[in-house]
Structures are given as structure tokens and as C-alpha cells.
């Protein structure tokens, strides 16, 4: 977080499509994260697209702001306290796309409902709140369900998997129909950062 700047270049240096944004209240998740002051910064600096993942019990009273400090997607959970709807609607209001985030233990159907109105879904593949931990295979049928769904719907529509992700799981998203790949400790902790992001790209 000191040398957020340098990290950002090195994102930007090394091929990094997305910058993937977690933000945590400390209630709907165990852990307290970063939020609009950090975000507005980074805005500043990069031209990169500012993916901002909401892992907040009430997304609803802070879409809007975190629209206007940069966010070009923002994520929120259907196991918010925030009326859905409502919520995807302040999001486009403020100018960003909106998507929908699934925890584990959530269904895929509980984002069927709103497709049409959503730019892309987020899957997680860990249990939010925490990074560094193993991606949960059994979460390929529900990203399986949603890309078919969205496919026989004819619409265009992005499919995010969030958590574990490195060049393994990657590419079984990848085959399951996700094409937006968050990965943190995997491209961090890779020896070269362009080499292990072309392989997700490739995945
Ligand atoms: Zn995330």
C-alpha cells in the first residue's frame, strides 16, 4: 500500500487489462480493506479500467461515490442489505456499468432475474474478505449456468471469477465460460508478472 504508485505501474507495465478494486466495511466481511479516498488517488494516476468490488452490507448509499471517485464497474453482493435493483440503477445513474457478485454459497440463479440489466457477474471462488486463498473447483457449475444462461438470452455480458485464480484454475474458468480473471497473488508473486498474465490471457 506504500508504493500503491509504483504497483500500479508495474500493472499497467507488465499488460494487466483490469484493476480490480476490494473494497471491504469490516461487516459484510471479517476484514476492513480500502475505500474512495484510495480509489480517487489511483484514478488519478492510471487510465487503467477501475473495477471496484463492493464487499459492503449497504452498497446502495455509496454507489454514486464510488462512481464519481473513478469506478468504471462496480460489483455489489446479492447478499447485500441494498434493494438490488435500486442499487444496479444508482450505479448506472452515476455513470459506471453495473455487476452482480455471488458469494459461495449463493446460487446462480439468484442474479437470473437481472441479467438484462447487468454489464457482468462476478463469481467468487473463495469466500470473500481475504486474499491468498485456494479456489474452490466446486464453483465451475454455477459459472457453467450463468454463461449458458446469459448465452440463450443472447446477451453480452461478462462473466468474472474472483479468488485462487493462477494459470491453473484459469484456464478451468476460462473453459467453463469466465472471461474476466481477477488474480492477486498469483501475478503478484510471480517472477515475471507479463509472462504469468499472458497466461491467463491465453486461458
Ligand atoms: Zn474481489
Do not use: W
Amino acid at each position: 500500500m506504500l508504493n500503491l504508485e509504483s504497483e500500479v505501474r508495474k500493472l499497467e507495465d507488465n499488460g494487466i487489462d483490469m484493476l480490480h478494486f476490494d473494497v471491504m466495511d469490516g461487516i459484510f466481511v471479517n476484514n476492513i480493506s480500502y475505500g474512495l479516498p484510495i480509489l480517487e488517488q489511483v484514478n488519478k494516476i492510471t487510465d487503467m479500467t477501475l473495477d471496484v468490488h463492493l464487499m459492503i452490507i449497504d452498497p446502495l448509499r455509496y454507489v454514486k461515490r464510488f462512481a464519481e471517485a473513478g469506478a468504471d464497474i462496480i460489483s455489489f453482493h446479492t447478499e447485500s442489505e441494498s434493494d438490488i435493483s435500486e442499487t444496479i440503477k444508482a450505479i448506472k445513474a452515476g455513470g459506471a456499468k453495473a455487476a452482480l457478485a455471488i458469494k459461495p454459497a449463493t446460487p446462480a440463479e439468484a442474479v437470473y432475474d437481472y441479467l438484462s440489466e447487468l454489464s457482468m457477474v462476478l463469481v467468487m471462488t473463495v469466500e470473500p474478505g481475504f486474499g491468498g486463498q485456494s479456489f474452490m473447483p466446486e464453483m465451475m457449475d454455477k459459472v457453467r449456468a450463468i454463461r449458458r444462461r446469459i448465452d440463450e438470452l443472447g446477451l453480452d455480458i461478462r462473466v468474472e471469477v474472483d479468488g485462487g485464480i493462477n494459470d491453473v484454475t484459469g484456464i478451468e474458468a476460462s473453459g467453463c465460460g469466465a472471461d474476466v480473471l481477477v488474480s492477486g497473488s498469483y501475478l503478484f508473486k510471480a517472477e515475471n508478472m507479463a509472462e504469468a498474465a499472458g497466461k491467463l490471457r491465453n486461458a
